[in-house]
Nanobody
Framework: VQLVESGGGLVQPGGSLRLSCATSGFTFSNHVWSWYRQAPGKERELVATITRAGGSTDYADSVKGRFTISIDNAKNMVYLQMNSLKPEDTAVYYC???????????WGQGTQVTVSS
């Protein structure tokens, strides 16, 4: 099983980025999908979670209304659309999967997002 993030980079405040997580080896419907982030000197925090395509989502208060998590079952992809980015969104962003029944957890290697003028 593997999670590979992409799409990070440098963006100005107010800009947008879309992060992608390419998954392999998973039975997509058997997992809950999330994005986490970790800023320098801070603990890793949960950003967004989705249970299935078109299913329920949950967001950290700090990103509600700006970020959108989605999944594409056919392509085995997980996305995080980030709009109205702020400097405090600067962090390494990680794709995460948890087995619904097994409870096993999987992490990607992370992708850096830097919001700066």
């Amino acid at each position: 099983v593997q999670l590979v993030e992409s799409g990070g980079g440098l963006v100005q405040p107010g800009g947008s980025l879309r992060l992608s997580c390419a998954t392999s080896g998973f039975t997509f419907s058997n997992h809950v999908w999330s994005w986490y982030r970790q800023a320098p000197g801070k603990e890793r925090e949960l950003v967004a979670t989705i249970t299935r395509a078109g299913g329920s989502t949950d967001y950290a208060d700090s990103v509600k209304g700006r970020f959108t998590i989605s999944i594409d079952n056919a392509k085995n992809m997980v996305y995080l659309q980030m709009n109205s980015l702020k400097p405090e969104d600067t962090a390494v962003y990680y794709c995460y999967a948890r087995g619904r029944f097994s409870g096993m957890q999987y992490w990607g290697q992370g992708t850096q997002v830097t919001v700066s003028s």
